[in-house]
């Protein structure tokens, strides 16, 4: 058995995220049918390093490609992009070793979650950034973002957590900035980015946190309601996830 470690982008608003579904476009459904045409077989097996939502998108992501035979990395490359779909890229393959899992390698993970406010934006926005009506308080947004960084029980900010989930999570970076990351003509003269890194999150957890930060914004919830929302005290779900399709898993970083 060979193992390659396959670095992908792609752009997730027409997929129902990247895990399987039946009878639903999914990006990992569209990198297994790639493969056979590349391959030339359909022996193969791949695991994803994150599982995207529906409608989120990746800049840098992964999965590994477990295979029977020795394969061409530069030649692999060139492959799948010629056939992968337009909105799929293959960016880098490298040959790993078998004690490499892409599940539980260790890994740090980065997110950025754009959004603008106030006069509605060019419709070829909406597939990377959100746009909310009200005016926001971004200076409190700012200090709100702050309250997430450190180690918290964020089991409030999981959605259906199973009964053994580890809710104990911590976040090295929690930012609201101006969006410097991403430009177009098309995007509002200012927008913003929600930048988040961390180890690993729950499902559902960093549209939840974001959530969050928009109510504080509209001034719905306070500073204080956030920090006790991390304290663990109180279980129940929170009621507003922010729309998918702001967010971007911006990069993956093997240790």
């Known amino acids: 058995m060979h193992y390659y470690l396959i ?20 990006v990992h459904h569209m990198v297994d049918k790639t493969l056979p045409f590349v391959l030339g077989h359909d ?10 939502d529906s409608m ?30 337009p909105d799929i890229k293959a960016l880098k393959v490298e040959e790993v070793t078998e004690d490499f899992n ?33 005016n926001l308080d971004i200076e409190l947004m700012k200090k709100g973002a702050l309250l997430f960084e450190g180690e918290h029980d964020f089991i409030r900010y999981c959605t259906k957590p199973s009964p053994n989930v580890q809710s ?49 914004g509209k001034h719905e919830i306070t500073l204080e309601e956030i920090e006790e929302s991390l304290t663990g005290n109180d279980r129940s779900h929170l009621n507003f996830i922010a729309p998918a399709s702001g967010l971007i898993l911006n990069k993956v970083v093997f240790e």
């Open 7 to 26: 670095h992908i982008q792609y752009l997730g608003f027409r997929f129902h995220g990247w895990a399987k579904q039946p009878d639903l476009k999914t």
């Open 43 to 52: 022996n193969f097996k791949t695991m994803g390093c994150s599982r995207t």
């Open 56 to 85: 989120v998108s990746a800049h840098h992501s992964a999965f590994e490609l477990f295979v029977d035979e020795v394969l061409d990395t530069d030649q692999l490359l060139i492959l799948l992009n010629s056939n992968f779909p």
């Open 102 to 134: 892409i599940i539980n390698h260790p890994k740090q993970k980065e997110y950025l979650y754009l959004f603008c406010f106030g006069e509605k934006p060019h419709p070829f926005t909406a597939p990377l950034m959100m746009s909310f009506e009200e």
């Open 168 to 216: 104990i999570r911590s976040v090295q970076i929690s930012r609201i900035e101006i969006n410097t990351t991403y430009q177009a003509n098309f995007f509002p003269e200012k927008s913003y980015q929600y930048k988040i890194v961390g180890k690993g999150f729950m499902r559902n957890q960093i549209r939840l946190m974001m959530g969050q930060l928009i109510e504080l």
